[in-house]
């Protein structure tokens, strides 16, 4: 009977719930006003939530109820507690292959009042976005499946890192050198230093050290790099970890978030660098750069499509609309910083997102507006690695 009370519940919060945070904070400030749930009660109906919200747009006419019992079914990979309770009669089928576990659902949807069937694809209906190279069923179908937890081992820790991992019985697999895929709910900061010796960063973005490449830049010890968006540091920590000895300039458009790279860079031994901060979509705001920089890595804010998977909550209120507010934003940053670019110098544009017009559009922007060229421009896969999908185009001014 608890799995049907659970149930309930996730129907209570569906409905409180509208987006306007990110999920995860709402559902525990909801459990923080109720203290009648137990660690296990509340596991459960997070999970039913979240199954609920990895439907994406798909299955709208089914109830809230349903579409929860109809998202656990497509998310749990073999038979569970949970389903027996809730829909027993598909408990035992939860080990077929997703496209035909479809049609269990489709079943129930078309007897609704619903018409036609659905699918996969229905879960992210904006198809047509979509950036060159993306298989639309494929990434639409990860939208069931929780990522791993990726991190990625800091020079020479290599040994060390995997040592503490099997020391702590931590099991994990490795889908590139230096890179550690993990359950997601993995407590690996009890075992690693973290920082110092591994950095929690997806395997798209721990990707991006391929457009780093000394020799694809042709960086000299002491290159002079501005990150120029660079929130709590990631990919300046990549590059710095990449490069070897680097000129460092980092700026966000908040001190908050400057305060938290400055503790984090404390950690991973990085004490060299210049920071400030500034919004670089107002064309008039200061910016503190010492010389011209000859790398400016621009990760820019964007939809954040390529990392719904952690958050479908997202997946399930986006409004196609704020793809070109995100665009428009784009462009401005990138207008003010190439500005500062030196001669011969490499611009690195980088996204989360999914659709064209945040990616290869903007690239396309650069070129006409800044004359460069491209160097390198990709779309990292990750929705077929169980990690974020994510966009980097390497340019070069003359
Ligand atoms: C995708 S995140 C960067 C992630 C980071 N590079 C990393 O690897 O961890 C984008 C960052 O852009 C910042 N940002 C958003 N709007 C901005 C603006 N108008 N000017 C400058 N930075 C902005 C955000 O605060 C956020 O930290």
Known sequence: MKFFAHLNTAVQVIGQYKGQ?????????FFRQDKKYGSRDRKNISHLCYCY????????LLTVEERIVAGLFLCSATPNEMLAQLKPAWNDQAGLPVEEKFSFVNAVSSSSASGAPDAAPAIFPWKDALSAGID???FSGSFLVQ???FLRIRPGKEKMVQQKLDGAGISYGMPAPHCIALANASKIDEVIRLNKEGVIQDYSSQRVGEFLQPELLAAAPGVRVWDCCAASGGKSILAWDV????DLTVSDIRESIIANLKKRFAEAGITKYRSFVA???DPQATLQLPVSPQLIIADVPCSGSGTWSRTPEQLYYFEPAAIA??????QK???RVIEKLAPGGHFLYITCSVFREENEEVVSFIQQHFGLAIVKMELLRGYDQQADTMFAALLKKD
Do not use: M
């Open 53 to 60: 919200f990895r439907l994406g747009k798909g299955y709208p």
């Open 279 to 281: 919004d670089l979509g």
């Open 325 to 330: 507010r995100y665009r428009g934003l784009q």
């Open 333 to 335: 940053i990138v207008s």
């Open 147 to 149: 990522p791993h937890l």
């Open 243 to 246: 490069l070897g000895s680097i």
């Open 21 to 29: 945070q990110p999920f995860g904070i709402f559902i525990k400030d």
């Open 136 to 138: 639309h069923e494929a």
